[in-house]
Structures are given as C-alpha cells and as structure tokens.
C-alpha cells in the first residue's frame, strides 16, 4: 500500500506536517509503539504510530524519532488523545532533521481504524498479486509445453515481466535471450562472486536458476529491475530450471558412453580398433585430430562435471571426482579454457581447481593424450594448493618439461617426502642462521654449475658460493660435482615451488 493512498482516505483525516508526499512509497505494514526506542521491533518499511506517552521534553522527541529514522520506517503518525494537548513544534523539527516524514491522528480517530484500513488494502493488493501471478504462471507454463524450448520460454517471459530478459551461464555465455547483453561480463561476474542471491548488478537484477552451487548453474538476468516483477522472474527462474534438468537428463547416454570408453583406455589390452569404433559411434571422424582435458574440483563433489561442460565443448564425463572431456583440437581450446576459468575463479569460494590439457593427437594415441591430461592436472594441482593464493590453474602437457610431467604422477605425499628428505636440513639451517643457502643452491643449478656466472647473479664473491654450497653438501650428503646429486636437488627445487 502507498503512503498516499493512506493520507488521501478521507474517513481518516490524517495531516501530513514534515516530509514530502511525493514520490510516493510504498509500505509494508502499520506498528503501534509507545517504548522510547522501538528499534529491536522495526526491520524497515513500517508506518509507525504513537500516542507519544514517551514525550516528557525535547531530548525524547529527537531519541524517538532518531530510532525510527535509523530503522528506515516510512513514516511516523502521532496522536495526543493519551498525553492531552502539546506542541508537535519539536517532533517536527526532529523528522525534519531526520528526513522522517510525519503526520498527525485525529483525536476521533483510533489507531485501531488506521489499522484495519492497512489490512483490508494489503489484502485486496495481495489477492490482486495472486492472481496475477498465477496469470503469469499459466501463461509461461503454455509456452514451455509449446515445444519452443528454452528460447520460447525466455521470450515468453519478457513478455510477462515487460522488460528483455536472458540466462547467463557463469562464464558469461548467453545461453537464451536476445543478443547481445550489454555488459555480459560484469553481469556474470557479479553473479559468481556476489555475497548472496538474488543480487543486483546495475540495471539487471541476476537470479539463481536452480539450487546447488553457482558455477554449476545459470543465472536468469532482468533488465530495468523493479520490485513489482519479483514472483514472475522467481516463477519463470524455476521453470527455466525445469527445461536445462530435461536439457540434461538427454545427456545421460553420451556420457555413460564416453564412461565406457575411458574404461577401454585403461585396459591397455584394448585393441585400436574398438576405441576407434567408439570415437566413430560419439560422432568422430577417423582424421580428427583430438585433445583430452582432466579437471578436479577440491572443496565440492559433483563440482567437476558441471564445470567442465560449461569449459569445453565435447564429450563430457566424470569418474570419482575426475571430469574428463574429449574434443576436437582447435587452436583456440588453451585460450578459451584459461578465460573461462578466470572467469569463474571468483566464484570458487575455498575450491580449488586444476585443469590439464593434453596435446593433439590422432584418436589411435587417445590413451597417451588421457595420461597428459592427467600429468598436467596433477601439476596444475599441486600450483594452486601450495602457492601465490591461487584457487584455479590451467596446465597444458605441451608447457611442461619431460620432469614437470613426471611430477604429476607423483603422489602430493611422495613428492613432499621427496622435498622435506633432501631440502630440510638445508631451509632448517636457513631459518636458524638466516642464511641464504637454497637461494645459492637454486642459482648455482640455474648457471649449469658454473661458480663465476651464479656468484656474479648472486652478488658473491666466488670463495662465498663455494662455502655456501659446500654447506649444502655437507647438510644434505650429496656432492654436486656428480651430475646425478644435482639432477636430484634440482627436482626437490622444482618440487617445492
């Protein structure tokens, strides 16, 4: 109900003194309070009435009406039929101060009667609002059994709301709706990262479609936002959820295809000639040239699945935890990849995610591009949960050394083993002596063991270095005149990274 329809009802002869009728607000209710400070039962939006027993002197008139500023009432309503006649001067000049509008109650008029009157308007405007939002809900209803799909019912329901309308999906990809949307990006942006939804991001109010975690969902995205559209966007929200649960429950049997086929690649027993068939079967030519891509989500399961379908564009399954993905080799995938988890980083809360991505290759080498998915993931793993504050990583097998593609097969406990067993004793010494031993070691390695090119980067004198790697030596047991002691530090520095 609007302020004022209330101030214009003419049984009520209610006087507006401080505050502007206009624009008119609307509010949500009527509370009745003669406590000093009534804020523990105000949550905003409320016309206050009082018949001011609180008032004694000045300083009541400005704690009283202090309190309902701060809770965001829309205005206060004050009659004297309890305390007898007084001077509202010092009310007035409070509301003013406070930018809370006033005005007075007659001394006929109950505060009972104003009451009833909110109730039957807020009743009449909400069967109104029933009404018609069970118009708008058959309506969108139609259109989804009309067969016009996702895009049928978008359409559908800017019509209903009256403003364009699109879904997004978390990487800013507009899935149904009119094209373009205007800043798309930091529309999706606020939709991953916003502290709660629905949440407004300009002129677009963003809201979730579907539950679950955001990364593996869309958002629904209405222009020129206003509080009136609220249940037809909530309404049309769940249906558009409805048709992407259809949407994916058609995807069931290419992905517990693409399940079966990653189990013949790990049968290396497997002939060719069956994974070929599969690839055939999910739609593969025979002179494809293909890439696989391995992606985990630490911090929530059933996290991977959704990710990777909104990443790439191809065959999609999950296995324990792991999504893999098998698609065409464009140039592009390493970009496109790297942008969209950018994107969604934000929205990883305490996630982590790692992604890696083979080289391209034939569908006959389909088994070795799956191991350097795995490889670069696993490095990508171990970059995102030890280092920098990073929660997302993307890792290629054709960026990585022979090494660095090893260490991704490692176990995250082997590999730190590996580290504590030979670089402990010497980053225990450098915290003890604040010495700079494993700086020298890493630089030492750098220069292919020559002492004059390391001691020149390091500012040393060469009698320095040697003293400092001897340390080294003495502390770890190894002698780096022999080449396999050095390849074996270098891996622990590289490890620990």
């Known amino acids: 109900m609007r302020l004022g329809e209330l101030l214009a009802d003419p049984g009520l002869g209610l006087r507006l003194l401080a505050g502007d009728a206009e624009p008119d607000p609307e509010f949500r209710w009527i509370y009745i309070t003669d406590l000093r400070d009534p804020r523990r039962y105000l949550a905003g939006g409320e016309v206050v009435l009082t018949g001011m027993l609180w008032y004694h002197d000045a300083g009541d008139a400005e704690a009283f009406v202090s309190a309902v500023a701060e809770m965001g009432v829309v205005a206060l309503g004050v009659g004297t039929a309890e305390i007898g006649p007084v001077t509202l001067d010092v009310v007035v000049d409070a509301c003013r101060r406070h930018g809370v509008r006033l005005f007075t109650v007659p001394l006929d008029v109950s505060f009972t009667s104003i009451t009833q009157r909110v109730v039957s308007a807020l009743a009449a405007e909400h069967v109104r609002r029933s009404s018609a939002v069970l118009e708008h809900h058959r309506r969108l209803v139609a259109a989804l059994g009309d067969g016009g799909g996702l895009d049928g019912l978008v359409a559908a329901g800017a019509v209903e709301l009256g403003v364009p309308c699109w879904v997004v999906s978390p990487t800013g990809r507009v899935i149904a709706g009119p094209s373009p949307l205007p800043d798309v990006d930091e529309v999706a942006a606020g939709f991953v990262s916003a ?10 109010r963003v809201l979730p479609v579907g539950a679950g975690h955001r990364l593996a969902g869309w958002a629904l995205v209405v222009a020129d936002w206003t509080a009136d559209q609220h249940e037809v966007a909530v309404e049309l929200a769940t249906l558009i959820g409805l048709e992407r649960s259809a949407l994916a429950a058609g995807r069931v049997v290419e992905r517990r295809a693409v399940t079966q086929l990653l189990s013949l690649l790990a049968d290396e027993a497997t002939p060719a000639a069956d994974i070929s068939a599969r690839l055939t079967a999910a739609g593969f030519g025979p002179d494809d040239s293909l890439r696989v891509v391995s992606l985990t989500v630490t911090g929530e399961a059933g996290l991977a699945i959704a990710v990777l379908d909104e990443l790439v ?31 969604l980083e934000p929205g990883l809360g305490s996630c982590h995610l790692a992604v890696g991505v083979s080289g391209p290759g034939p569908g006959s080498r389909l088994r070795a591009c799956l191991d350097e998915a795995r490889y670069a993931r696993g490095v990508a793993g171990h970059n995102v949960n030890g280092h920098g504050g990073a929660h997302a990583a993307v890792v290629a097998g054709s960026e990585l050394a022979s090494h660095q593609l090893l260490f991704g097969a490692l176990p995250d406990e082997l590999r730190q083993s590996f580290c504590r067993r030979l670089l402990g004793p010497v980053r225990a010494y450098d915290q003890e002596h604040h010495s700079e031993l494993l700086e020298s070691l890493r630089v030492f390695l750098d220069c292919s063991g020559s002492w004059s090119q390391a001691a020149a980067r390091l500012h040393l004198h060469v009698n320095t270095l040697r003293y400092r790697i001897g340390r080294v030596e003495d502390l770890t047991g190894r002698d780096l005149s022999r080449f396999t002691d050095r390849v074996d530090l270098f891996l622990a520095l590289e490890l620990s990274r």
């Open 195 to 204: 502290a709660r939804l629905p949440c407004q991001v300009g002129s677009y």
């Open 313 to 343: 564009d191809g065959l999609v399954t999950e296995v324990d935890g792991e999504a893999v993905a098998i698609t065409l080799a464009g140039n592009d995938l390493l970009d496109s990849l790297r942008s969209g988890v950018r994107a």
